[in-house]
Structures are given as C-alpha cells and as structure tokens.
C-alpha cells in the first residue's frame, strides 16, 4: 500500500463514527459521580481543588468504560489512585524544567511499557500522563499539591461508590461475552446446513473464556448461569462439524443427510434462545419444533457411524447447557428415546468442555498478585524487535519534544502538544494515525464551540462546572462510537473545567487548534521515523500458528493411541493446545488486519498468499476438531498406529514452521510416507485414516500457497473470518 493510500485510509477510519448500543444508565452514572465530586469540592475547597478532582473523577469514569472483566470499581480506585500519585510527583518537579522532563520521559516510557498488560492498563496509564500535564498547573505549594493528588484519588473512589451503590446491569460485559459465543454456534449451525465445511472464527469462545476467569470474589457472587455454559458451548462445537461434514458425517445427499439439516437448524434455535436468555438474564423459552426435532426418535434410524455417534453426543449436550442456564422449556413433551437431563450442578462429564466443572472457575488474579505477572511479561519485551519497547521509546521522545516545543512556542499553555502526542500514539500504525487526524478534528470542534460559549456567556464557576458535567455525560454516552466524536466532548470539558478554576479562558481556538495539530504530527512523523512495522512478522505468525496446529492435531491424533478419561493427562494436553493454536490464530488475524494498513511491500507473503495460507491452516485445524469430536473413551480399542503418526504430525509440523520463518516451503515427506505404511497395513479407524489424509491435504495446500501458486481452495470473500476489532478507547 502508498503512503497516500496508507493516510488516506487512517484519516477516514479515524473520522468515522460507528453505530454502537449506546449505554445511557451507564453515562449517567459516571456523569452523576462527576457531579458529585466537582460541586462537592466546588462548595468546599474552590474552584482550583475543584477542577483537580474533577479531572480524577473524569479519568475514573473512562476507565470503568474499558474493555476489562475486572470489578468496575477496582479499575475506578486503581485510576484514582495512580493519577493522584503521577500529579503529585510531577508538581514536586514542576517548578525545575530540567527535572520535570526527566519525571516526564520515565512516566511516558512507563505508560509505553503498560501496553504490554493489555489495552486498559495502557489507555489508563497514558491518560494519567496527559492529565498530568494539565493539573500540575494548578497547585501552588507542596501542600497544595498533596492535597491535590488526595482529592484527585477521591475522585476515583466517588465514582468506584457510586458504581457499587447504583449497579447497572451487573456482569453485563460476561453476559454478552458468552451470549455472543452462543450465538455464534448457533450461526455457526445454520451455516453448516449450506456449507458442511463453513469457517468459524474461534474469537467469540476466546472472548467467553476470558470472560469466565473471574476473582475469588467474583466467585461467590457470579450468576449462576454463568457458571459452566461455555464449556458445554466449547464441547458444541466440534460436535457440530463432525455431524455436518460428509466425510466423518452424514452422507452427502439422501434421508441421512436431510436429517442432519434439521438437527443442525434445532441446534442453532436452542442456542440462539440461549443466548438471549443469558444476555438478558431471563429464562431459556425453546422453539417447541426445535425441541421435538431434537429428540425425535428417528434420529437412531436414520444416522450410522460417526454420525450416529455426533448425534447421540448433541442432545445430552444441551440437555445440561440448558439446565446450567436455569431452563425454562416451553412446553413439548420428551419422547421415551430422549436423553433425561442431568441434575442441577452436576458433573458434565467428558464431553463438558475439557475438564471445566459447571461450578468450578477460573481464577483471574488480583491487582497486586498480578503485578509480578506483568513485570515479567514486561521484561520478555525489552528487546529490540518488540513492538512494545519501540512505542514506549517512541511515545518517550516525541512527549518530550512536543513538551520542549509547546513551552518554547509563545503560544501559552504548551501542555497541549504533549497531551495530545501522549493520547493518539498506539504501538501499531493504523491506531496512531487515525486518533492523530481523529483528535484534531475534533479538538477544533470542541474547543471552538466550548471557548465561543466561554466568551459569550461569560459563565460563573458553577456554570462553568455544569458544562463540564455535560460535555463529560456526552462523552461517557458517546465513547464507543467513535474516538473523533469523543474528542469533541473531551476538550469542550477540558475548556469548561479550566474556565472554571479561572486558567486558559485567553487562550484562543487558533492557538488550542496549533497545538493539537503539532502534537499530532510529531507523534505521525516519529512512526514513520522510527516505525514498527506489523508486514515483516506475518511469516512468523503464520509460522507460530502452523506450529500450534501440529501441537493440537498431534495431541488430537495420539489420543486415539491411548484412550482414556478427557481429564487425564492426554485429555488436558488436547485442551492446552486448543487453547495455542486459537491464540495464534487471533494473533495472525491482529497481524493480517494491522499489516493491511501499512505503507509497506509485502516482503515474501503478499495478500493472496497470505489468505490462501490462511484457509489452508484453518482447514486443518479444522480436521483435526473433527477427530477430537470422535475421541475414544475409557474401553475403546486402542489404534496404536495413531501413535506414530502424532510424533511425525508434532515433527512435521515444527519443521515446518522453521520453513515458513526463515522464507523456505515446507515439505512434508515423513507424514506422506507414513500415511503409506497405514495403507499396507490396512484402515486402522475410518475417522483416523481419513482425517490424516486430510490433514496432509492441508498441509500441501499451504505449501502452494507459499509457493505462490494462484490455483486451490479459498475461502469465501478471500479470507476466513477475522476476529473483530474493539472499539476506540478514550
């Protein structure tokens, strides 16, 4: 892609406003809180104090907006907290320039570094330094300052009450997480009806599962609905692809097959009713045809082999998904051949998602034991290719300079060139340059219409503050829709707030507009100056993603050489390696959507290259679910063959994936001759056998497509699906 085509694309995605469900309660809220914070302070301590707690009670509020699954009012205290510390360390060095720059550069880098524990922890550091910037020009001795930072916290712990005294919708976010897991499945099932190979992209059970790893005191208070339904869905889904594909499935055409259409479409009824039910918080209410096609007894008629088998799986699977979710059925009656549904809490058995209990949870660790988790993560960046050391480098730099040039400039208020360098630099191209046009768009728009009401009205202290409240209310409500459409509520706040506490009302659009237009090019000429180009690593995230597939198909694959329990040791290594291999998936995704935007050549994976490599990984992994939804059980004859062919598969595959790293084609000779020496022996099992032709099938296949061959199978629209990219943070 061009450099212009490269600007072109940022700018728009940038200006874009996207239609959101819209969290009115929630705005208010957080609006409310602010209100609190700033009269309250307004009424008792004046318009300066005022203006430094509003901007803690502000910070708070965006923060609890954050995509996080943590308790709202931890992430409120942690926000209050650190600003209050970061503006009360930058007013103790505010006075010495020289000083202040150093306190500057070591909390910009470490607001850089803080990507590295997830986009909330570096959205909520990186505001703490733009903020910083602003309210150390407010306090006017060391004491004041403390008392500053004190009140600044407190703005935080205001808004962390008033989310535990007015709760909205709580576990709403897990809620969604898992409903939009069932209802993938269930679009999932009916795409299945058309397309018995149909992609699936995994990211919504990735979404659910990090969901479902909760606190210790989230535990105890979680709905139970939310206990153990995403581990049933995980156990769906396999089920659903054995019983579509017409290999290891129903026949292709013929009553068999019909009868595979209407179980996949009752499927994906019942788990769409569930999916509502979960959302809302409701009971489950079943399509009364959904039901009786589910337990209709001609299904054991009609179905042989692997079906049959996939079939008899389904049934009890929902069976217990519904009774964890607190069914409520509307109203056939079972036939004499249904299954009858566990008991409430019971063990879901092997077929329940890989070992997740219906009570049990995972445990997410808290703020303090989680802070040795990052600090290590943090040292596994810091070395010259990651992505995350160069933003936090180059974050670091381009701060300084635009605070060096905002206070050299005569111009007044200098802070807004490094706040606004502070807030649009991402690690990644795409992000920086949009939120770069994005904020100077709507800077402009904000600071002209919030500085002409200051100027016309002449506005007291106390209208002044109710502006503000306003202008944060809109912001809260509009905050996902877009981040230009943010900006314009953010500065017209910033405005209101400064007027209030008597700062920066001379201050003119012309000057504010500067400002935010110089910080946001320093911040677009250092990523090209200093770049970190997501292109160049496509050959190995595409490498890390082969690599697990061989892990997972190979576990898979062994298991049929030593049947047993899905929670033993065999059973656990096909989940741990599940889980890799839609890791890397996600991340080649992230890669693929972050590379598309770059001004850069290929470099060995064009776009095609890179979508036909795509469907064929995608295909095998797909295979080898439909293998893991066959898996033998306690007293099942062994295929010890099967042992063999998963140590080729694992060496294969890890050979390969060096390949693909260093810019060679893979070849896969060992498993073609393995699969040779099955054929003189004879079909151990017919879903091993066929499944591991395959699997070599899709091997070839990406083989051609580094290769750079322009023929074989695509994906429909070019590429599988991609995982979805979140919303703009504040």
Not at 217 to 235: K, V
Not at 294 to 311: F, I, M, Q, V, Y
Not at 427 to 447: E, I, N
Not at 715 to 729: D, H, L, N
Request: a positive charge; hydrophobic letters at 45%; one cysteine or more.
């Amino acid at each position: 892609m061009s450099w212009l085509r490269a600007l072109k694309d940022t700018a728009l995605s940038g200006l874009s406003v996207e239609r959101r469900r819209l969290e009115p309660f929630v705005a208010l809220r957080g609006a409310a809180g602010l209100a609190v914070v700033v009269f309250g302070t307004l009424a008792l301590f004046g318009p300066s104090v005022a203006a430094s707690a509003a901007f803690g009670a502000f910070q708070a509020g965006i923060a609890t907006f954050q995509r996080s699954w943590r308790p709202r009012p931890v992430l409120a205290l942690a926000s209050g907290a650190s600003l209050g510390i970061s503006t009360f360390l930058g007013y103790l060095t505010g006075a010495h320039s020289g000083l202040f720059l150093v306190l500057l550069a070591l909390w910009t880098f470490l607001a850089g570094l803080a990507w590295t524990a997830g986009p909330t922890a570096g959205v909520i550091a990186s505001s703490n330094v733009a903020i910083m910037l602003v309210t150390v020009t407010l306090p006017t001795s060391v004491a004041t300052a403390a008392g500053h930072a004190a009140v600044i916290a407190a703005g935080g712990l205001v808004q962390a009450g008033m989310i535990v005294l007015f709760p909205v919708r709580p576990w709403g976010l897990q809620r969604d997480a898992l409903a939009d897991a069932l209802a993938a499945l269930g679009d999932y099932a009916r795409r299945l009806r058309q397309d018995p190979t149909a992609p699936f992209d995994p990211e919504p059970l990735m979404t659910a599962r990090s969901a479902a790893a909760v606190t210790a005191w989230q535990a105890r208070r979680r709905p139970a609905e939310l206990h153990g339904a995403r581990g049933l869905a995980e156990r769906i889904r396999p089920v659903l692809a054995s019983l579509a594909d017409p290999e290891v499935g129903g026949a292709a055409e013929g009553p068999e097959r019909d009868r595979v259409r209407e179980l996949l479409a009752a499927t994906g009824s019942v788990l769409d009713s569930t999916a509502r039910a979960v959302r809302h918080g409701t009971p489950v209410h079943l399509a009364p045809a959904a039901v009786a096609a589910l337990r209709s007894p001609d299904t054991e008629a009609l179905l042989t082999g692997p079906a049959r088998r996939a079939a008899a799986r389904l049934v009890p699977l929902l069976d217990l998904l519904h009774d964890v979710v607190e069914t409520d059925v509307v109203a056939v009656e079972p036939t004499s051949s249904a299954a009858p549904p566990a008991p409430r809490g019971a063990d879901p058995g092997p077929d329940s998602g890989g070992g997740d209990h219906v009570t049990a949870y995972r445990d997410r660790p808290g703020l303090l034991r989680l802070l040795p988790l990052v600090l290590r993560d943090i040292r596994g960046e810091l070395h010259r290719d990651s992505p995350i050391l160069r933003h936090a480098v180059r974050v670091t730099a381009v701060t300084c300079a635009g605070d060096v040039l905002g206070a050299a400039l005569p111009l007044g208020h200098g802070y807004w060139a490094p706040m606004t360098v502070v807030m649009v630099m991402r690690p990644d191209f795409a992000q920086t340059y949009g939120r770069s046009v994005a904020r100077f768009g709507g800077t402009l728009v904000g600071v002209a219409l919030a500085t002409g009401i200051v100027q016309a009205a002449h506005p007291g202290g106390y209208v002044s503050a109710a502006f503000a409240v306003v202008s944060a209310g809109l912001m809260y409500l509009l905050l996902r829709t877009g981040y230009a459409i943010s900006q314009v509520f953010v500065s017209a706040y910033v405005v209101f707030l400064l007027g209030m506490a008597g700062a920066g009302v001379s201050q003119t659009v012309r000057e504010r507009a500067l400002l935010t237009f110089l910080g946001g090019l320093l911040a677009m000429i250092a990523y090209a100056v200093f770049p970190a180009w997501e292109t160049p690593r496509l050959r190995a995230r595409l490498a890390d993603w082969l690599l697990t597939d061989g892990r997972y198909a190979a576990a898979v694959v062994g298991h049929y050489a030593r049947p047993g329990d899905r929670g033993g040791p065999e059973g656990r290594e096909v989940r741990e390696t599940l889980l890799a291999t839609r890791t890397a998936r996600i991340a080649w995704h992230t890669s693929e959507e972050r590379a598309a935007h770059e001004p850069v050549r290929h470099r060995g994976l064009s776009r095609t290259t890179a979508d036909r490599a795509e469907y064929a990984l995608a295909q095998f992994a797909r295979v080898a679910m439909l293998m893991e939804a066959h898996l033998p059980g306690r007293g099942v004859t062994p295929v010890p063959a099967a042992a063999g062919l998963a140590e080729v598969l694992r060496e294969t595959t890890e050979a390969g994936a060096k390949a693909v790293r260093e810019g060679r084609i893979p070849r896969w000779d060992p498993l073609r001759d393995e699969l040779a020496r099955w054929d003189g022996e004879g079909v151990p099992d017919q879903v091993v056998r066929g499944a591991a032709g395959r699997l070599l099938e899709a091997l070839e296949e990406l083989s051609a497509a580094l290769e750079g061959d322009s023929g074989g199978p695509r994906s429909p629209g070019g590429s599988a699906a991609r995982a979805p990219e979140q919303g703009p943070s504040a």
